[in-house]
């Protein structure tokens, strides 16, 4: 008898999914709530990229390029 309840609402919860929404709210959202209000804001996350500018350096100088580098051709 109590297995046949214990089918049946593994049944609801597999089948139907406002059910399965909610039984997963109980189980695994409410957690993950209190992580996510744990996170201290203004943060980055692992990963982003910030770039800052450089100042222009007021010598003078408009040469915009890197050094000339010899190579030779390997076959």
């Given at each position: 008898?109590?297995?046949?309840?214990?089918?049946?609402?593994?049944?609801?919860i597999a089948f139907v999914p406002p059910v399965r929404r909610f039984v997963f709210y109980l189980l695994v959202g409410r957690q993950l709530v209190k992580e996510q209000k744990r996170q201290p804001f203004g943060k980055r996350r692992e990963g982003d990229i910030r770039v800052d500018?450089?100042?222009?350096?007021?010598?003078?100088?408009?040469?915009?390029?890197?050094?000339?580098?010899?190579?030779e051709e390997v076959k």
């Open positions: 008898m109590l297995i046949k309840y214990l089918f049946i609402a593994f049944l609801i500018n450089q100042p222009s350096k007021s010598n003078g100088s408009t040469f915009k390029g890197g050094e000339y580098v010899d190579y």
